[in-house]
């Protein structure tokens, strides 16, 4: 099956702009979708297909994509940012998820 | 608003069955959606394992497919997950959540259930 791989860890100063990646070639033929998952919570859906936000998820979310390699960028971190953020892709009839990127908002 | 909470035994014994039931109450599971588990081993990253669509169509886990099992229970609003032999590294959080069948984003989870297997 495929794998996806992704930063352990990245920070990011308060305000500023981070962005965490995502590789693998499931990417190729398939849209990312993107995780936060806070301490101790169950992860949450940010960011899906080409240009989908859920409700409820701030605008400072966006995503893109290219080859193998997708990207989830958050501008302007909070400090609500501060999170494991994971990606996901199809994989023909199989679901994988990321590696994860903890994300330190500073 | 939907929900989904999970339920089931936090133990079980290595080499035996673990079954987890998921309740979900604002939506009806007949409606649409897949639903399906996902689990998180204590400090490590997510697995998806699988989803199952009310007319029966099933996404699958390959490396846990032969011992899975999805059911819905339509007159109860409820998902189950049975998972056999199971050995020390099933030990996890487990989750259930509602899958979409376009890009399979898991949109509404539920808060997840810790099972530890050992003796």
Redesign the interface.
Not at chain 1, 41 to 45: E, G, H, K, Y
Not at chain 2, 59 to 63: I, Q, R
């Given at each position: 099956?495929s794998e996806l791989t992704q930063d352990p860890a990245v920070s990011v100063p308060l305000g500023q702009t981070v962005r965490v990646t995502c590789q693998g070639d499931s990417l190729r033929n398939?849209?990312a979708?993107w995780?936060r998952?806070r301490p101790g919570?169950?992860?949450?859906?940010v960011f899906?297909?080409k240009d989908?936000r859920?409700s409820g998820i701030a605008d400072r979310f966006s995503a893109s994509s290219s080859g193998n390699t997708a990207s989830l960028t958050i501008t302007g971190a909070q400090a609500e940012d501060d999170a494991d953020y994971?990606c996901?892709?199809?994989d023909g009839?199989?679901?994988?998820?990321?590696?994860?990127t903890k994300v330190t908002v500073l | 608003h939907v929900q989904l909470q999970e339920s089931g035994p936090g133990l079980a014994k290595p080499s035996e069955t673990l079954s987890l039931t998921c309740s979900v109450s604002g939506y009806s599971i007949s409606d649409g959606y897949f639903w399906g588990w996902?689990r998180q081993p204590p400090g490590k990253?997510?697995?998806?394992i699988g989803?199952l669509f009310h007319s029966g169509v099933t996404?699958?886990?390959?490396?846990l497919k032969s011992r899975v099992t999805i059911s819905l229970d339509t007159s109860k609003n409820q998902v189950s997950l049975q998972l056999n032999s199971v050995t020390a590294a099933d030990t996890a959080i487990y989750?259930c959540a509602r899958?979409?069948g376009?890009?399979?984003?898991?949109?509404q989870?539920?808060?997840?259930t810790l099972v530890i297997v050992s003796s």
């Open positions: 099956s398939y849209d979708t995780y998952q919570q169950a992860p949450q859906l899906y297909g989908n859920p994971y996901a892709s199809r009839s199989a679901y994988v998820f990321g590696t994860g | 996902i990253g997510l697995e998806w989803s996404f699958d886990n390959p490396s989750y899958q979409s376009r890009y399979f984003e898991l949109d989870w539920g808060q997840g």
